[in-house]
């Protein structure tokens, strides 16, 4: 059962960065008036890597930590 959670958990991670790469390519396309988007994907995006590059170390340690997350197998 936990297996299937697991599972699951993992097919809308992949469902939910498939979504954030569509809204990143609509955007472009588009710009900012994109109607389903709702909101500045690629601003979001800006900002949280200014925000971990600010951090020095500890923002390089994050990134290693989410790029591990998203590449286990």
Do not use: H, S, W
Not at 7 to 15: L, Q
Not at 29 to 44: E, S, T
């Amino acid at each position: 059962m936990f297996d299937q959670m697991i599972g699951y958990v993992k097919k809308f991670t992949e469902a939910g960065v498939a979504l954030l790469a569509l809204g990143i390519v609509m955007q472009i396309i588009f710009g900012k008036a994109v109607p389903f988007v709702g909101g500045d994907i690629i601003g979001n995006i800006t900002a949280i890597v200014a925000a971990l590059g600010a951090q020095g170390l500890v923002g390089l340690a994050a990134v290693g930590v989410i790029y591990a997350i998203f590449n286990r197998q």
